[in-house]
């Protein structure tokens, strides 16, 4: 293989992949939110467009490719306009160090299924998908209209606040695997036979409950409660830029759904190792598990924003602060303590 | 090195990717000049009460957010110990534990000065 196929052609084109999944999954997303919640709620949502609605989001898309882009007069329109393009590439960027399986073997060639790894892997993630929220204030103050601004506000303080109990949790991950490289907690996991979401489910739930904060996602979407605030920090965009910040909410998803399946449920391991009886659960890929495994914490997106009701807003931040927090350093001093009395 | 190309390679795509859909649908999308009452912003209709939304905002943002840059930095500096922690041993734990106490005073001074509220009157 010539330098030239293996250091940029390849690349370039697990890139492309690894950009086209989190959109195929968003075209994906959409459509299942729409149904599945009106299923719940006893209506049929979209089932015209195509077979049982499959093609509504591209209808959507199509939609909203023509729109008009209107700029409120009063706004800043050099952040007005940067600001989707930074909440969407800052929310692929993360994408780049999320491995999806172990290096595949074609012929004589090694194909790694990640583009770029690296021994604090978790940690640039956490930072890399943090900087959309960079996007959301720049948005919602450049709009110059309350609503936004407001919604901005409730978003930015909501991401941050959450960010300490996830840390705390991914800690007690990275106290287990002794590692920060996303691949070798998978391996790890592997070793030691027991997924960490079963061995330290404190962890898990923190995690989780801090995951949906942090993409905004009901019963915590403060940032764009529509009953209150319109649409949130997005309200006076419109058309594409809308798009984006739709997208990059979504991709968001796919990335934590991503992250939860990665630290606490093995990865792309398949389930019940130990078991000689199931042996046949490894002939399955493990690229087919992953993906099973991020759809149904997807699902649970939905199914959590069709069962609960929204938080107040101090209700949000009393959870967060007196609640979270405590309680995930607790279960991280448990976790040590555990290790090491042992 | 690779992993640095490679990582340079995805921002570059990315961005492209985040621009040039957006530079695309600049070209096709349905164009007019924009006057009146559209460019308004978003009051439910009616004009907005005050010529800029930028005023004064709840002095509790501010104060979360100060309390948020402490704990983010301590827990971020607990990640070196997670990982080297079975070379440490028990000493590197005791160290942490004197860590954590510290950070425990902030909390609970932050918590009863009222900082972690966000309802005038809860304090």
Request: proline fraction near 5%.
């Amino acid at each position: 293989m010539t330098p030239f196929v293996a250091d940029v052609l390849i690349p370039l084109g697990k890139i492309a992949a690894v950009i086209l999944y989190p959109m195929v999954m968003v075209v994906v997303m959409i459509w299942l939110e729409r149904r599945v919640v009106a299923l719940m709620q006893g209506r049929l949502g979209p089932n015209r467009v195509g077979f049982q609605g499959v093609l509504q989001p591209v209808a959507d898309a199509v939609k909203l490719f023509f729109k008009e882009d209107i700029i409120p007069r009063q706004a800043d329109k050099l952040l007005f306009n940067i600001s989707p393009v930074l909440v969407m590439f800052s929310s692929l960027l993360a994408f780049c160090f999320v491995p999806l399986g172990e290096p595949v073997r074609i012929g004589t060639t090694t194909l790694t299924l990640w583009i770029a790894d690296s021994p604090v892997g978790l940690l640039i993630v956490l930072g890399l998908s943090s900087i959309s929220v960079f996007g959301v204030i720049f948005g919602g103050w450049a709009s110059n209209s309350k609503y936004p601004l407001m919604g901005a506000l409730r978003s930015v303080i909501q991401v941050l606040s959450y960010e300490i109990p996830t840390g705390l949790a991914v800690l007690t991950v990275v106290f287990l695997a002794r590692s920060m490289d996303l691949v070798e907690i998978v391996r790890r996991q592997e070793a030691s036979g027991v997924w960490y979401g079963f061995l330290m489910p404190v962890s898990f739930v923190v995690f989780w409950i801090s995951a949906v904060a942090e993409t905004n996602r009901a019963p915590f979407d403060l940032p764009e409660a529509e009953s209150e605030l319109v649409a949130g920090y997005h309200t006076e965009y419109s058309g594409m830029k809308f798009a984006y910040f739709y997208m990059a909410e979504y991709a968001h998803m796919v990335l934590v759904s991503s992250l939860v399946v990665i630290l606490f449920f093995g990865g792309w391991l398949p389930p019940f190792q130990g078991v000689k009886a199931l042996a046949f659960l490894h002939a399955v890929p493990g690229f087919i598990w992953y993906l099973v495994k991020i759809m149904f914490f997807l699902y649970l997106y939905v199914w959590i924003r069709a069962t609960l009701p929204r938080y107040r807003f101090d209700s949000l931040i009393r959870l967060v602060w007196k609640w979270l927090i405590p309680l995930a350093l607790a279960n991280f001093l448990v976790v040590a303590l555990v290790r090491f009395l042992r | 090195m690779k992993n640095y190309w490679y990582f340079f390679l995805f921002l570059i795509v990315s961005v492209l990717f985040s621009v040039g859909l957006l530079g695309f649908v600049a070209l096709i999308r349905y164009r007019r000049r924009l006057v009146g009452d559209k460019c308004e912003p978003y009051e439910c209709g009616v004009d907005p009460a005050t010529p800029t939304a930028r005023e004064s905002t709840s002095i509790r943002f501010y104060l979360l957010t100060l309390v948020f840059i402490v704990f983010e930095v301590e827990t971020f500096f607990l990640f070196p110990w997670a990982v080297v922690h079975d070379k440490l041993g028990l000493f590197g734990f005791v160290e942490v534990l004197v860590f954590l106490a510290i950070l425990l005073v902030g909390y609970v001074y932050a918590w009863k000065a009222g900082a972690l509220e966000f309802r005038r009157g809860d304090e």
